[in-house]
C-alpha cells in the first residue's frame, strides 16, 4: 500500500477487522517520508502488520528503479524506529521453513532451535544437530514467501520497459467493473514461473510489455482467493486464503490499487480441508 | 543551383509519396496513418505527459480506441443496473428517517448499543471494519431492532466467507419466539413420516437394522447456555436480516471436528467427515456459539453472580450473572494484565451443552423397567462433566499447542491516560476485548475458525464393523488335510468297510446255510 494513498486506503482493507489506530498512522506519515529520503526509496510502502505473541511488527517495503527486483524491507514496533531485514537467501528459506514453525513470539533476537537426532548408521548416536534461527531471519523469509506468493497487482499496473525494468504505468486508469470481476486480470508480483503456457490465440491478445506476469488463476488450488465487492459495493477486495491475512483492494476505474498483509505470518496449510 | 534544385524537388516528390502513403486508408481499421498520427500528437500537446515517450505505445492504443468508439456510437448500451448500485439502492434505505416518531425516538431508552462509540475505542486498538462501515452496521443494527421489535441487541461482530461475509448481531431471547420454532420442527418431524410411510407401502418390507444410535444429547432451552442469545446475521448493511436457528449439542460437537470455510451462502451444504447435521446456518450458529463461550470477556467486577434460591443442593453450578451497578473502573494498567479479566459466558462441555445431562440415567431406567431378571452390570455412571465455572479469571485459559490463549496490550505506548487495554485471542483469531474506564466490548472479526496449531488432522473413519463374532466354531480356520493324509483316510475308510463286507458275507452265508 503506497505511503501517499495511506489515509483513504487502510479504511478500505479493514474489512478484515485490522486497521492501523490513529496514533500508529500518524507516526507511519512522518517516519515514512524519513525513511525515503535516507534510503533514497523511489516509492515506500506500508507492507503490512505481523502479529506476534507479545508484541506486532510493522513492515515497510522500499522499492527501487526496478519494482520487481529492488525491494527492501524493514520493520519496527512502533511505526517510528525502523530497522533493515536481511534479504532472504534460499539457505535462510530452507532453514526457516524446518525450523519454525508457531507464531511469531514479537521479539527479533528470539532464536527458534531444532534439535535433530542424527542416529549414526553404525549404530554410534552422533551428537544431535541443532537448527537455529532468529526470529528476524524468519521475518524476512516470511515476508518474502508472501511476497512470492501472495501479491497481487490489477492488469496494466505495471510496464515491462525494453530494457527489461518494470515501473509503475503512469497511465493505468484501472480496470472497469467488468475486468475487476474476473480473477484473469489479476497478477501475481513475481518473477513470472508461467506454469500454464498459454495457446496462440490467447498470446495474440496480450501485450509483452503488461502480461509479464503470472495471473491469479493459475494458482492452485482453484478457490484459494476469494473475490468480493465491499464498501458499499465500490471496491474490489481480494483475500488470499493460503496466507490468511492478505487483503489486495482496488477501486475500478481508477488507478488505485494496493495489498497489505495483517496476519500472524504463518501459512494456511490446512487450506485443501476447508474449501 | 540546378542540382540542389533537382535534389530539393526530388526530396519534396519523396515527402509527398510519403504523405500519400501515410494517407492511404488502411482496408481493415478504415483509418490511416497520418490521421492516426496527428490525433496521437494532438493528444499530447493537450495532455503535457512528462514521460510521453516511454508510454507512447499505450497512448497510441488509447487514441486507437477512441475513434473507433467515436465511430460506433450510433447505438447505446443498455444501462444495466451494476451490483453496486442495488446495493445504494438499499443502503438509502438505512438514511432515512421516521418523520413522526422523532420525539418519542428520543425518549425512549437506547435499546441498540452506541456503534460509533465502540468503533472509536476499536480503532484505537488497531481493530475495526472502517469508519464508513461501522456507521451503516450502526444504522442496519437500528433498522433490525425496530424491525424485529427486541429488547436489545449487540454487535458481535463479522464472519468472513470465501464469496460474501456475515454481519453478526446478538440480541435477547423473547418468550414467543420458542413457539415458532417447535412449530417448524413439528412439520418437519411430520414430512419426514409420511414419506416414510409412502416407502413402505411401495416395496416388499424390507429387513430392519437393529443398530439403534446412541440417544442424542438434548438441546439446551432456549435462553439458556448455548442459546442464551438469538443471534441475526445479514451480508451487508442494508440487507435484512435472517434469524439464526438455536443450536443442538450435536452440531457443536461435529463443529469442534471439522474446519471448513464459510460460503456466504446461508442454505450451503456443508461436506465434511463426520458429517455436519444441517448447513451452513446451522454451521455458523454453532461456531458462534463456541467463540462466545470461549472468548467473550468482562473486567472482573463488571459482572456478578445472581444469587437465586436454591434448587437443589447438588447443584453448585452458577449460570446466570447481572451487571453489577457498583463496578467502577479498573485502571488501564492492571486491565492489560490477566487476572483481572473474567468471561461471562458459560463454557461449553465436552457434551455440547453448557449444563450437563446424565444421558445414561434414561437408559438405566428402562432396562430395569423391562427386564429386571437379567441384572446386567451397567458400565460406571458417567461423571458429570465440569467446566471452568463462570467469571473464572483468564488466567486460568490454558494454553493451545504452547502458545498462550491470550495477548494483552495497551494500544497507546506514549499516552498512557488516555490508552485503551486490549486482550486479543490466540485461540480463536479474531477476537478482541477492549476496555477503558468502565466501558468494555467484545467483538469478533475472523474466519470463524479455530486455531488448529500447525496442522489440522482431520478425525479417522471408525474401523469396520466385525460380520462375525470371532469366537464361533463354523468360521473358525484350520488347515486342509494334506494329501497323503487323506490317502492314509480314504485306506483307512477302505479297510474298513471291506471288513464290513467281509462280515455281512459271513452272515449272509450263514443265513443261507
Known sequence: MDSRWLLCSLDLVAGNGCTVSLEHRAALQTSMVLLKKNYKFHRVLLWGKVLGLNKDYFIAQGRGDDELVDKKNLYSFDCVDWFLLPSATESMIQEVSVVAKRRFVGDPSYVYEHVEMSGGQDGAVDSPVVAKVSEESRLAVTVHQIDEEASVVPRGAFVKSPRGLVHVNRSFAGLSDSQAKKLDNFFHFRKAKNPNKKSVLEIGDLSPAIDFLDTLSDDVPKGSWSHQCECAGNVCVLRSLLWLGLTFYHLPMTPQHGYIYMGDGTRNLNLPFML | ?513
Open chain 2, 1 to 513: 543551383m540546378d542540382a540542389k534544385q533537382d535534389e530539393s524537388a526530388a526530396k519534396l516528390q519523396s515527402v509527398r509519396s510519403l504523405k500519400a502513403l501515410m494517407m492511404t486508408n488502411s482496408p481493415q481499421s478504415n483509418t490511416n496513418l497520418y490521421d492516426h498520427l496527428t490525433l496521437l500528437l494532438m493528444k499530447v500537446m493537450d495532455e503535457h505527459p512528462h514521460d510521453a515517450v516511454d508510454v507512447i505505445e499505450d497512448i497510441s492504443q488509447d487514441v486507437k480506441l477512441t475513434f473507433s468508439e467515436e465511430k460506433q456510437n450510433f447505438l447505446r448500451d443498455f444501462p444495466s443496473t451494476t451490483a453496486a448500485e442495488l446495493l445504494a439502492e438499499k443502503q438509502r434505505l438505512l438514511f432515512s428517517r421516521p418523520e413522526e416518531d422523532e420525539q418519542e425516538e428520543q425518549l425512549m431508552e437506547t435499546l441498540y448499543p452506541n456503534v460509533r462509540e465502540v468503533g472509536f475505542y476499536l480503532e484505537q486498538a488497531g481493530v475495526g471494519l472502517g469508519r464508513e462501515e461501522m456507521q451503516r452496521i450502526f444504522l442496519a443494527l437500528k433498522q433490525l431492532v425496530e424491525s424485529q421489535a427486541l429488547l436489545g441487541c449487540r454487535l458481535w461482530g463479522k464472519i468472513l466467507g470465501t464469496e460474501s461475509s456475515y454481519i453478526v448481531a446478538e440480541a435477547q431471547y423473547i418468550e414467543g419466539e420458542e413457539e415458532e420454532e417447535k412449530n417448524a420442527e413439528e412439520v418437519a418431524e411430520k414430512e419426514e413420516e409420511r414419506e416414510a410411510q409412502a416407502k413402505e407401502n411401495e416395496m416388499y418390507p424390507l429387513p430392519q437394522s437393529t443398530y439403534k444410535p446412541p440417544p442424542a444429547v438434548p438441546k439446551e432451552a432456549l435462553g439458556t447456555g448455548a442459546n442464551k442469545f438469538v443471534y441475526y446475521v445479514c451480508k451487508e448493511p442494508g440487507h435484512s436480516w435472517v434469524k439464526l436457528p438455536s443450536v443442538s449439542p450435536a452440531q457443536i460437537t461435529v463443529a469442534r471436528l471439522i474446519y471448513k470455510f464459510f460460503t456466504g451462502r446461508l442454505d450451503h451444504q456443508i461436506v465434511s467427515y463426520p458429517p455436519f447435521p444441517g448447513n451452513e446456518a446451522n454451521y455458523l450458529r454453532a461456531q458462534i456459539a463456541r467463540i462466545s463461550a470461549g472468548t467473550q470477556v468482562s473486567p472482573k467486577g463488571f459482572f456478578r453472580i445472581r444469587e437465586e434460591e436454591g434448587d437443589e443442593e447438588d447443584e453448585v453450578v452458577q449460570d446466570s450473572s447481572e451487571v453489577n451497578p457498583d463496578f467502577e473502573g479498573i485502571p488501564v494498567f492492571e486491565m492489560a494484565s490477566l487476572s483481572t479479566w473474567v468471561h461471562h459466558i458459560q463454557y461449553i462441555l465436552q457434551q455440547g451443552r453448557c449444563t450437563w445431562v446424565n444421558l445414561a440415567g434414561k437408559t438405566g431406567e428402562d432396562s430395569n423397567e423391562e427386564g429386571e431378571a437379567e441384572e446386567k452390570e451397567e458400565p460406571d455412571e458417567p461423571e458429570p462433566e465440569v467446566g471452568p465455572r463462570l467469571l473464572d479469571p483468564l488466567s486460568k485459559d490454558s494454553e493451545m499447542f504452547n502458545v498462550p490463549s491470550w495477548s494483552s496490550m495497551v494500544s497507546s505506548t506514549l499516552t498512557f491516560q488516555h490508552a485503551v487495554a486490549v486482550q486479543r485471542s490466540n485461540r480463536w483469531p479474531g477476537a478482541y476485548a477492549y476496555a477503558c474506564g468502565k466501558k468494555f466490548e467484545n467483538i469478533y472479526v475472523g474466519w470463524g475458525l479455530k486455531y488448529a496449531g500447525e496442522g489440522y488432522s482431520p478425525p479417522v473413519p471408525p474401523l469396520p464393523q466385525k460380520e462375525y463374532a470371532s469366537d464361533r466354531k463354523e468360521i473358525a480356520e484350520a488347515l486342509d488335510p494334506s494329501l497323503e493324509e487323506e490317502q492314509e483316510l480314504k485306506e483307512a475308510l477302505d479297510e474298513q468297510r471291506a471288513v464290513q463286507e467281509e462280515m455281512e458275507d459271513i452272515d449272509d452265508e450263514d443265513d443261507e446255510d
